[in-house]
T-cell receptor, first 112, second 112 residues
Framework: DTGVSQDPRHKITKRGQNVTFRCDPI?????LYWYRQTLGQGPEFLTY????????KSRLLSDRFSAERPKGSFSTLEIQRTEQGDSAMYLC??????????FGQGTRLTVV | RKEVEQDPGPFNVPEGATVAFNCTYS??????FFWYRQDCRKEPKLLMSVYSSGNEDGRFTAQLNRASQYISLLIRDSKLSDSATYLCVVNRRQGSARQLTFGSGTQLTVLP
């Protein structure tokens, strides 16, 4: 499968725990995006990488959130000290230049 | 005001009907435009790019009016399988950064 891959697909965690999600983009895509989506809403932008450089971060991304793309290939999104409000679908997408982005199937996070 | 606004619907139409969705965007620096569809509890999937001259892909026609900052999607001869949420997406450039901004989506149900 050469699409965008995310792991895990589902994560249930207790409030206060740290979680890390992984995204493997389409191999030749230099752009990588993280989004968060809650029921009934469109995806909300979190952060954007061009190769290994994190070029933009949303104000939604509090200091508990951090993302990396160390070698310009896969990316990780970490949430520290999770809160119930962090429960959402976390979506990763990748693209080439000005093309539309292709999404992975997402990681559904539930904080209990 | 949201950067990308869509009528949330729902639109309930009979099979074979023609249906149109509209979208407005507020940032005149927006450079490229897309329509995505999202099925329930699935990731968004790229439906088509939107070009200034208008473009067509089978039963789907997309149009862009930069002066009015308005995007549309027309679906002709709608099928049951067209039932989904349609997301309007705007790609804004800020320096070297890119951000894909999503509308909240318009829900379509095609009825037999």
């Amino acid at each position: 499968d050469t699409g965008v891959s995310q792991d895990p697909r589902h994560k249930i965690t207790k409030r206060g725990q740290n979680v890390t999600f992984r995204c493997d983009p389409i191999s030749e895509h230099n752009r990588l995006y993280w989004y968060r989506q809650t029921l009934g809403q469109g995806p909300e932008f979190l952060t954007y990488f061009q190769n290994e450089a994190q070029l933009e971060k949303s104000r939604l991304l509090s200091d508990r959130f951090s993302a990396e793309r160390p070698k310009g290939s896969f990316s990780t999104l970490e949430i520290q000290r999770t809160e119930q409000g962090d429960s959402a679908m976390y979506l990763c997408a990748s693209s080439l230049e000005a093309e539309g982005a292709f999404f992975g199937q997402g990681t559904r996070l539930t904080v209990v | 005001r949201k950067e990308v606004e869509q009528d949330p619907g729902p639109f309930n139409v009979p099979e074979g009907a023609t249906v149109a969705f509209n979208c407005t965007y507020s940032n005149s620096a927006s450079q490229s435009f897309f329509w995505y569809r999202q099925d329930c509890r699935k990731e968004p999937k790229l439906l088509m790019s939107v070009y200034s001259s208008g473009n067509e892909d089978g039963r789907f026609t997309a149009q862009l009016n930069r002066a009015s900052q308005y995007i549309s999607l027309l679906i002709r001869d709608s099928k049951l399988s067209d039932s989904a949420t349609y997301l309007c997406v705007v790609n804004r450039r800020q320096g070297s950064a890119r951000q894909l901004t999503f509308g909240s989506g318009t829900q379509l149900t095609v009825l037999p």
